[in-house]
């Protein structure tokens, strides 16, 4: 014991250094942004990568390569959608973790379109790709009604449940009804955050909720009611005009809840 006290570890000499998303869950990898949120006015909105290095730290800065993976469906297009990647971005001399900001860009298009945009890690002489997931960063992009980052894609997630699972027109009520946006910032104050139970790192990933200490059954359960009766008050008055019920995306009744 007394030999092993005395053993000098060898120093680390790894001259090569990785560079990873600062992600512990697969669900983060996976964003949405939309712009109808932001007023007619913005033409800009911003995602934040988190990175991290493994490897040896340095008194200089060292620029990082982030580059654009192809998709075969809804790709993004660089200079329209959002500003090309660059190589201005560094990690800071003395530092292991940065942000990096991908500026998205408020096109027409979006009107209509939902756009993505894979993002992975390229090699440079600084840093090749970490050797631990995730890859990718996806960012889907719109200037529509679109599913929010902690509206859970499983179909047993919280508001899948007890509210419907997502739906425009199903959003588009909610607002209508309540007033509040139903954005992350909104679902959030409800104690519901994304969470982890699924290894699908891609970009249609299946992900669940978490349950926050402000989540509160007895309020979720009062504002479903609130929401049923809002629905009722709605048909009603489609009734009136000769009008159908409200209906989703795909023809069926419009419900809320189960």
């Not at 959002?82 to 971005?89: D, E, G, K, M, T």
């Not at 600084?126 to 995730?134: A, K, Q």
């Not at 009603?236 to 009744?253: I, M, W």
Request: with cysteine; aromatic share 10%.
């Amino acid at each position: 014991l007394l030999a092993a006290c005395d053993e000098e570890l060898t120093p680390y000499n790894v001259d090569t250094c990785w560079l990873g998303f600062d992600m512990e869950n697969s669900a983060d990898t996976l964003v949405y942004r939309t712009f109808i949120y932001s007023g007619p006015q913005a033409e800009t909105d911003t995602v934040w990568i988190p990175l991290k290095t493994i490897g040896k730290v340095v008194d200089y800065d060292r620029p990082v390569k982030l580059v654009q993976l192809p998709v075969e469906d809804s790709c993004a297009v660089a200079g329209k959608h959002f500003v090309a990647l660059h190589s201005c971005y560094i990690i800071p001399a003395g530092k292991t973790r940065t942000e990096l900001p991908v500026v998205l860009k408020r096109d027409v298009s979006l009107k209509t379109d939902k756009v993505l945009i894979e993002i992975a890690i390229g090699e440079n002489e600084y840093f090749v790709p970490g050797f631990v997931l995730p890859k990718c960063i996806y960012v889907w992009v719109t200037d529509q009604l679109d599913r929010p980052s902690f509206w859970a894609t499983a179909e047993d997630a919280t508001l899948n449940t007890k509210i419907g699972i997502y739906d425009p027109v199903l959003h588009q009520f909610l607002i209508d009804a309540t007033g509040e946006k139903w954005d992350d910032e909104y679902i959030a104050s409800l104690g519901l955050t994304k969470g982890y139970l699924n290894t699908d790192w891609g970009p249609t990933m299946t992900y669940w909720d978490d349950l926050g200490p402000d989540y509160d059954v007895n309020y979720m359960n009062y504002l479903v009611s609130r929401l049923q009766e809002a629905l009722k008050q709605e048909n009603a008055a489609r009734a009136n005009r000769g009008e159908e019920p409200l209906k989703r995306s795909d023809g069926t009744e419009l419900k809320i809840g189960k």
